[in-house]
Structure formats: structure tokens, C-alpha cells
């Protein structure tokens, strides 16, 4: 029998800078409810997405274009905690994250809403079972400050066909377009459906990066980008569209503390 998993340590034990169940709607100081809008146009960036019972649910649904003609078939729906970019016709912009010459399509204004540089993230997932979906969350790099600024610390990935009583995930870290970092991804095995409520945590800094799920570590990196980073939260659809529609996964609280 393997042994058990590390516990995480304990929530820090003042109020968290960051604190958002949803209940009062979706805030327009807290999150951006679009994918990445500099590098598309506002209606395929834009996320759909309804309140529900415990939470904000993140829907694909079947008129729902894709966040570039590029990328087809590929349709998001994302909440992200800030927008920065370089004027249209440039590549500056947050999450440089494509090899295929990425343009500023539609230039958006800084704002930072939430961008720790380290600290801490717990927030509540239910992954979609639906056919083609991706449930994601990220710390990346904001980039206003220096285009190396661009690492990424991949909280989680589940894919719907990874999800059973045991769910199969991906997380760590990627490099991208930051020389000091090192691309580090490992899949890991969770005992528990992801496609139920459960917490999912960061803590990052001083060089080491701990990732857990419901208190206890499943992973931890040895490097930690140290320069603001927005959190982002997505319901993707990779592959050809096919129903029933929509399809749909449920952001819960989420609760931060940036050092």
C-alpha cells in the first residue's frame, strides 16, 4: 500500500487579500471574463458562464465560436485576474504560449486586478465528463513588466476522459518563454473524481513551488516564477464540436494570499 500523501501546511492565519465565492454574481474588480482577448477579437474571447448553487459555472455551448480560426477546433470559456498587452499588430502580451506568431488582435488595457508575485491559492473545482473538455488552472506570467516575465505554474489540468473514482491530472510548471525556468509537467494520480467538488492549492515562492489537492501534496518543484502573475480558470473544448450541449464545469471559492 503506497504510503499517504503529505498534508499541506495551514491557510495563513490573517484574512486572505483575495476572497471570492461567487454568491454576489461575477465581479468586474476581481476577474476578466475573457480568454487571452488580445490575441483574438471580443466575441470569441469571451467566456460563457452562469451563477449556480456554490459557485460560477463555465460553459461551452453549441453556437459558441473558437478563440481563434487558427486553433480550430478549440473553444474556451476562462476567468483570468488581470489583461495586459502591447498595441495591435505587436507580440507583446500576457501568455505568449503559441509557436504560430501570436499578434495583438485587439489591444486591452493593464489591469491587475489580483497579481501576486507568491503566496498562496485554494480554490474549488468540478471538472466536466463531457466529451472533448479540459478543465484547467494557471498562474501566468503577466508580462507588463519584461517578456521574460512569462513562466507559468500549471495548478492542475483534468481531462474529461482522465476522470473516473480515480482521476488522472497533469500539473507543475512550464518555462515558456523564461530562460531561468525549466519546463517540469508530471501526471499525477488523485484518489477522488474531479468531476466533484474538491480544493485545489498553490503555494509558491523562494524558488520551490507545492501544488495539493483537499490538504494534501501531490507535487512539488524545485523553481517558482518570483515576478506578478494573473491567475486564470478554464473550461476548454478541444476536437471536433459534438454534443449535448452545453457543456459545463463549476468554479467554487477561491481564496488567496499573496506575500
Given at each position: ?49 452562469g451563477v449556480v448553487p ?110 473516473d473514482e480515480v482521476t ?51 507535487r512539488r518543484v524545485a ?37
Amino acid at each position: 500500500m503506497a504510503p499517504p500523501l503529505e498534508h499541506l501546511s495551514p491557510q495563513p492565519s490573517r484574512p486572505p487579500d483575495f476572497d471570492d465565492d461567487f454568491a454576489s454574481g461575477l465581479s468586474p474588480t476581481r476577474w476578466v471574463p475573457h480568454y487571452l482577448p488580445h490575441w483574438t477579437t471580443p466575441e470569441r474571447s469571451a467566456a460563457r458562464y452562469g451563477v449556480v448553487p456554490g459557485g460560477l459555472e463555465l460553459r461551452i455551448d453549441d453556437d459558441q465560436p473558437d478563440w481563434r480560426p487558427e486553433d480550430a477546433p478549440l473553444r474556451v470559456s476562462n476567468l483570468q485576474t488581470g489583461t495586459f498587452s502591447g498595441p495591435v499588430g505587436s507580440t507583446r502580451g500576457t501568455h505568449r504560449h503559441r509557436d504560430d506568431g501570436l499578434v495583438v488582435r485587439t489591444e486591452t488595457p493593464s489591469q491587475l486586478l489580483f497579481a501576486p508575485s507568491r503566496g498562496r491559492i485554494d480554490l474549488t473545482l468540478a471538472a466536466s465528463r463531457a466529451d472533448g473538455c479540459m478543465v484547467a488552472a494557471w498562474l501566468v506570467g503577466t508580462e507588463h513588466l519584461s517578456d521574460e516575465h512569462s513562466g507559468e505554474i500549471c495548478i492542475v489540468e483534468i481531462d474529461a476522459a482522465g476522470i473516473d473514482e480515480v482521476t488522472t491530472a497533469r500539473c507543475g510548471v512550464k518555462a515558456h518563454h523564461d530562460p531561468r525556468m525549466v519546463t517540469d509537467m508530471e501526471e499525477v494520480t488523485i484518489p477522488l473524481d474531479a468531476s466533484e467538488r474538491h480544493t485545489w492549492t498553490v503555494i509558491w515562492g523562494e524558488g520551490e513551488t507545492v501544488i495539493g489537492c483537499e490538504g494534501r501534496v501531490v507535487r512539488r518543484v524545485a523553481q517558482a516564477p518570483d515576478y506578478p502573475l494573473f491567475l486564470m480558470v478554464d473550461l476548454f473544448e478541444i476536437g471536433a464540436a459534438e454534443g449535448p450541449y452545453p457543456k459545463a464545469a463549476t468554479v467554487g471559492r477561491v481564496t488567496a494570499w499573496a506575500e
